[in-house]
């Protein structure tokens, strides 16, 4: 895991901790890939590709991608101290967090966003559906710490070197007209069977339904008709629940189990009594021995 860029951001859902599962699936050359979902960024950063395209519809985790992208990191690590000490931030002034957020709120300060997720309860990044930061401050817990700061480095190193082009909308908006035969979309959406701050419609974004389910499995499979390859993660199972129409539609194509004590279960989740069944979904093949490729059981 040491290999691997880790996000500053803690945004639900984030892949840092299976990457080593997700990047070797890759293949090794890849002129564009699009990261659709960014959230926190994981795996895009950590790709090697000619040119990367991240996009989320969260407009504020895009505002600060490029903000991070043209600052200077010593700027950016001035910057960020000095409204520590401004509002005289620790692990248990909760009186200065909450002036920072009131701050944030009036102002929309990108880099203000950035200090109070450092400092917010379990770094959690949460709005209201006006659009204003109400995570609730992490006593005794949260700060910018030295672990942030060296993430927010290596983060901002990778950002800065590589072409990474930043873009904000809905995914059907994406224009996916520069993408040719070999090229790469990976897609981590919010997942149907399960239920964050990030997908619930009350945050001031568009939630995700059935609709936007179907609507992404049917552009994955025209992206599939032109040549361009594709990995989705999803979950075909979460605390009883199953995506089943994801599980029917997976069957055209590859699956890798992240827990691969599921690869034999023939889709019976909810008579194992799982939590959650975590897959990713390609319209391509492995390379040994790059990652153990794992066929359906059909």
């Not at 950590?46 to 991070?68: G, K, M, P, S």
């Not at 309860?121 to 672990?147: A, V």
């Not at 279960?265 to 390609?282: A, M, N, P, Q």
Request: with cysteine; hydrophobic share 35%; net charge negative.
């Amino acid at each position: 895991m040491t290999d691997y860029i880790k996000s500053p951001m803690n945004y639900t859902g984030g892949k840092y901790k299976i990457l080593e599962h997700i990047i070797p699936s890759f293949p090794d050359r890849i002129n564009n890939f699009v990261d659709l979902f960014a959230g926190g960024f994981n795996v895009g950063i950590n790709v090697q590709a000619e040119t990367i395209y991240a996009n989320d519809q969260i407009t504020y985790l895009i505002d600060l991608y490029r903000f991070f992208q043209s600052t200077p990191i010593e700027e950016l690590l001035d910057r960020i101290k000095g409204r520590i000490e401004f509002f005289s931030l620790s692990q248990t002034n909760a009186e200065g967090y909450i002036a920072l957020r009131e701050e944030y709120n009036r102002s929309k300060d990108i880099l203000d966003l950035f200090v109070l997720t450092c400092y917010a309860f379990n770094h959690q990044i949460r709005f209201n559906s006006k659009h204003e930061f109400n995570t609730p401050f992490g006593k005794e817990r949260s700060s910018f710490n030295d672990s942030i700061e060296r993430n927010l480095i290596m983060f901002c190193n990778a950002l800065q070197k590589k072409k990474v082009i930043l873009s904000t909308g809905d995914f059907r908006e994406f224009d996916f007209s520069m993408l040719s035969v070999g090229d790469v979309v990976y897609c981590d959406p919010p997942y149907l069977i399960t239920t964050g701050s990030y997908n619930d419609g009350k945050r001031g974004f568009k939630d995700w339904t059935d609709e936007e389910d179907r609507a992404l499995l049917e552009l994955l499979d025209k992206l599939n008709d032109k040549g361009v390859l594709f990995a989705l993660s999803n979950v075909f199972a979460h605390k009883g629940q199953t995506n089943d129409s994801l599980i029917e539609w997976s069957k055209k194509y590859n699956v890798l189990y992240i827990d691969k004590t599921y690869s034999n279960c023939s889709y019976h989740f909810k008579d194992r009594g799982t939590k959650t069944v975590e897959v990713l979904i390609t319209n391509y093949d492995w390379e040994e021995p790059k990652c153990e490729q794992m066929t359906l059981i059909l």
